[in-house]
């Protein structure tokens, strides 16, 4: 088990979603946000429909700092494992992860196969870019760069944490319109939702969380993975660029790739119509 003895064995999560009944779907955010990002990440239509969770990372804000204790896949699916359980979600959940929290859902696909029904990476991979490759990007590589220095990544995370900082540093991971993009509802509501708890967060349990997220890789596993598998991505991603989600999906026996031209690493915002009809689709077809 991948758990501190004595640490609380769940992960932050946050409950909503207007149905009572259906196929439960649960959200796991990326990198330095929270799992307060649900409410606005997800689309309308699937909040609507279905019964939704949103789950921390580990290391986040909310989440035990050191319950991931042996930084491996399988403890990181014993852990949300754990969390969908305690939440009452049973195992005809359809798993989203965004970014980062895409390999997180992967993880629990792969190594708990029985746990979840389907899964969905939005804009992520199933690891490896973060050790260089023909798919790593300038902006992987900056971001390990800080992870390896304590005070590098204190200090980066307390300036991402003013309003006016943060906006231009994920309006940068977007593709279209920064301003029209931090002028949009969803962007907004999830920059309220996530700010102050980024500002209060201790730094060094997300640093050590999110070095050894990065250093997962679960390319090998992907051709066992028999689950609805769906990658989701946008055409112009300056993150996990798309050519590494198409190899992901092609290494697997049950995906497909998605793929919304001129969209960048949040898909969510950039795009709500697009993504909320391509997840509703999927999900969709799970029973089918």
């Known amino acids: 088990m991948g758990y501190n003895a004595g640490m609380r064995h769940t992960l932050a999560s946050d409950r909503f979603g207007a149905a009572s009944s259906g196929r439960p779907v649960v959200f796991v ?13 997800l689309p309308a239509s699937l909040i609507d429909q279905h019964p939704c969770l949103s789950v921390g990372l580990p290391g986040h804000a909310g989440s035990p700092p050191g319950a991931w204790a042996d930084a491996t896949a399988e403890g990181l699916a014993d852990l949300l494992a754990a969390t969908l359980r305690e939440a009452g979600i049973g195992d005809d959940a359809a798993v989203v992860g965004h970014s980062l929290g895409g390999l997180a859902a992967l993880c629990l696909a792969c190594r708990r196969p029985g746990r979840v029904a389907a899964v969905a990476c939005v804009s992520g991979t199933a690891g490896g870019l973060f050790r260089g490759g023909e798919h790593a990007t300038p902006l992987q590589r900056v971001a390990v760069a800080a992870a390896a220095s304590p005070t590098a990544f204190q200090l980066g995370v307390r300036l ?8 231009r540093w994920l309006a940068g991971l977007a593709a279209g319109d920064a301003a029209a993009l931090r002028r949009s509802p969803g962007f907004r509501a999830a920059s309220r939702a996530y700010l102050p708890a980024l500002w209060r967060a201790p730094t060094e349990p997300m640093r050590r969380a999110l070095r050894a997220l990065a250093g997962l890789d679960l390319r090998e596993n ?8 769906l990658f989701l991505h946008g055409g112009a991603d300056p993150v996990f660029p798309v050519g590494a989600a198409g190899d992901a999906a092609a290494a697997c026996s049950a995906a497909r790739l998605a793929v919304l031209p001129g969209v960048g690493h949040l898909p969510m915002f950039e795009a709500p119509a697009a993504c909320g009809r391509t997840l509703q689709a999927w999900i969709d077809s799970i029973d089918r």
């Not at 990326?30 to 990440?41: E, L, Q």
């Open 222 to 229: 992907l051709p066992e993975l028999a689950l609805p598998t």
């Open 160 to 167: 991402g944490s003013c309003s006016v900082l943060l906006h």
């Open 29 to 41: 955010h990326g990198a330095f946000v929270t799992h307060a990002m649900g409410r606005s990440a």
